[in-house]
């Protein structure tokens, strides 16, 4: 047997244990010099497990935290047994053939050139932002984003030292080209920044105008598709990807809409990457001078990978197409029985505004979250597990009607 093949026979008694240890309620010991009791510890893993097993509930839908299916899982497994480091990719041949093999296929099914694998799109739009600064021949420092994008927009321009200016939405939760546009005619922006499916609506800015706009003023156009980008299977949104490949760079987040496990996200740029720094790593053969990432494995791609091996592209197509569906049951149905407002979106976020009823219940329950739409509070349905269902999520909404 080899090591790895005794570990993961190790493995499998250890899970067996936690699955018939006792369900109770969990007292942390102590981090200190001794060996925690075995029995405790059992317990506490076995809540972990209990506490995780929400995501695959069919009344599942406060955040973008989807089931995570079996393959996966072993695909999570596989990498953190073989811990392999592709900074040093002669040293792991098979691991570096397969990173190549889906990078190659995620390049040309965005149309772009180049890419890798990044922890979330957090810091894809901080690389993104990063590499457009050092693109740009000009000190500029203007990004425009719109008011709707993702909050790590806001921090990686706090951290590279631009100034974010927000461009107001209109009443359907776009980006207002108009708007965009007459702040371009005033100061020319280093980079735009357009969002397919913002955080809260699930709402896709318009993206040509985006792109046509940084063309026009000589700007970086980025697209934050971290939660969007999953559509790009599916052959009806075909022209909004072939708009999309474009821009200079694009985010997407396969632990998003593509039911992958944390972290596993994946920046794509047109052209190739400059070296950005000189670094002093002669021990390595790629030390990582153009990207944010440094040390890797294949924590960020196996998962994916071994989901699309196993079974194929089409199944996940499917299940993309399933939870749409759900979301698009969800919010006819809402609006055939109540009188509440209703936000749609392409994307499989719903979000609602029922009059008085107080839903804090199904807050803390994981059933919907929180947001804030144009300064009203309203809740939010994120049917980002193929899990979910409408029926599920209006059985617990029924006796709020
Ligand atoms: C549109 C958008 N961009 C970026 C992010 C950040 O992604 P991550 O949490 O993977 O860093 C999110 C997260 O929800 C998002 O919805």
């Not at 993961?8 to 240890?21: N, P, R, V």
């Not at 694009?250 to 740029?269: M, T």
């Not at 509440?340 to 029922?354: A, D, E, K, L």
Request: hydrophobic share 40%; aromatic share 8%.
């Amino acid at each position: 047997m080899t090591n790895s093949a005794s570990i993961l026979a190790e493995l499998q008694h250890y899970i067996d244990q936690i699955l018939a240890s006792e369900q109770a309620s969990v007292t942390l010991a102590a981090i200190d010099d001794h060996p925690a009791d075995n029995s405790n510890l059992l317990t506490i893993l076995n809540a972990l497990i209990i506490e995780g097993d929400r995501h695959h509930a069919d009344n599942w839908a406060a955040h973008m935290t989807p089931a995570i299916s079996c393959e996966s899982l072993l695909g999570q497994l596989i990498a953190g047994l073989h811990n392999g480091n592709l900074l040093s990719p002669q040293l792991y041949p098979t691991l570096a053939r397969i990173e190549q093999q889906i990078i190659d296929w995620l390049c040309q099914l965005f149309q772009q050139q180049h890419g890798h694998f990044i922890a979330g799109s957090s810091y894809a739009n901080l690389e993104a932002l990063w590499q457009a600064r050092q693109h740009h021949p000009d000190k500029r420092h203007i990004v425009y984003a719109s008011e709707t994008a993702h909050y790590s927009i806001a921090k990686a321009c706090q951290i590279l030292d631009l100034e974010l200016r927000c461009i107001a939405t209109d009443k359907n939760g776009q980006l207002c080209p108009t708007i965009l546009q007459q702040a371009c005619e005033k100061q020319s922006p280093l980079a735009i920044v357009a969002t397919a499916g913002t955080p809260t609506l699930g709402i896709i800015d318009p993206l040509e105008d985006c792109i046509k706009l940084a063309q026009q003023y000589q700007a970086w156009c980025h697209i934050d598709a971290a939660w969007g980008g999953a559509l790009s299977l599916l052959p009806e949104y075909r022209p909004l990807f072939d708009i999309i490949s474009q821009a200079d760079s694009i985010c997407f987040d396969p632990h998003k809409g593509w039911h992958q496990p944390k972290p596993a996200s994946v920046l794509l740029y047109q052209r190739p990457l400059t070296p950005m720094l000189y670094a002093d790593a002669d021990y390595l053969q790629h030390p990582p001078v153009n990207s944010l990432p440094g040390s890797r494995g294949g924590e960020f791609f196996l998962p994916l990978w071994l989901t699309l091996m196993h079974s194929g592209v089409d199944s996940l197509r499917q299940q993309i197409r399933l939870r749409l569906d759900q979301a698009d049951q969800f919010a006819i149905q809402l609006k055939q029985r109540t009188d509440w407002q209703i936000y749609r979106s392409p994307t499989g976020i719903v979000c609602f505004h029922p009059n008085q009823a107080d839903l804090t219940d199904l807050v803390n329950k994981g059933i919907l979250s929180q947001a804030k739409v144009a300064g009203k509070d309203v809740y939010r349905l994120v049917f980002a597990s193929p899990n979910t269902t409408a029926n599920a999520i209006l059985t617990v909404l029924e006796p709020y009607f």
